[in-house]
């Protein structure tokens, strides 16, 4: 089910991108129009939905345990499917660049991959891109329902989360009480928000524990120096240390932006001080268990 809804997302996003540089009506100048200056923390909080839509490139490490001869397939899928959304995502932002001006493109309102079909293909394109979104949800809500769900499974088997969780299903074999708990905190979080509102929730804690998980690489590094590796770490430690950076700018942006600037100002607080509200609650929880195991 995932290599098929993957394979008719990635077989629909290229046939779009194929069609619209032969067949569809833009212009390449377009491109060369510039956008105006961008104020620094403006674009640190927009790379925290971009940090949002590549965040599946980890995913593969979630299920490295159920994935044969992990040493060499995990660092595989991880480059391979990185360079490919990476490959998708860019030619997908000239394509929208090359129809729409960026100014123009600042200002659509509702789907972008819908008015720029329609600019493209005619009118009746739309309603076609509306089915392939249908198609990418669904497609990475079936990876999310494959890879989320063993970390709750892992932390449980660690003794750092309910152990409940740890259960799996006699015929099944799959943990499926946490299956069953991501679904009911899903559904719970696309009820308290728009959507908007859910990406920079959630993108703020993707950008904070990505950074996180990276910056472990030197803990490990020198706390086991000796420990078996059997991958390259390519780029170490220049690449990671970067990576840590970037997010620990975008994360602090962040809340200067969500958190200080409405303490000053008396307003409301942003969705990326709600996710820092939501990890803290979790830490208390987090050393119970850990204290218990």
Known sequence: MMNALAGLKVSALLIFIALGFTIGAGSGTNLAQAAGPVAGSAWLLALIPVMFTYSGWNAAAYVAEEIRDPGRNVPRALAIGTLAVVAIYVLLNVLFLYVLPVGQLAAVKGSVMDVVADRLLGPRAGDVMAV???????ASISAMVFAGPRVYYAMARDG?????????HPRFHTPAISIVGQAV??????????????????????????GVAVLSLFVLRLREPDAPRPFKAIGFPVAPAIFALASALIV?????????????????WGPAAAGLIVIGLGLPVYLVFRRRS
């Open 132 to 138: 392939v979104s249908i198609v990418s949800i669904a």
């Open 185 to 210: 905190w899903s559904g719970l979080l696309v009820l308290s928000g728009s959507a908007n509102t859910l990406t920079t929730y959630t993108g703020f804690s993707v950008v904070l524990f990505a």
């Open 160 to 168: 750092a989360f309910f152990k409940s969780a740890a259960r799996i």
């Open 252 to 268: 602090g942006n962040a809340l200067y932006s969500d958190l200080v600037v409405p303490l000053r100002h008396g307003t409301a």
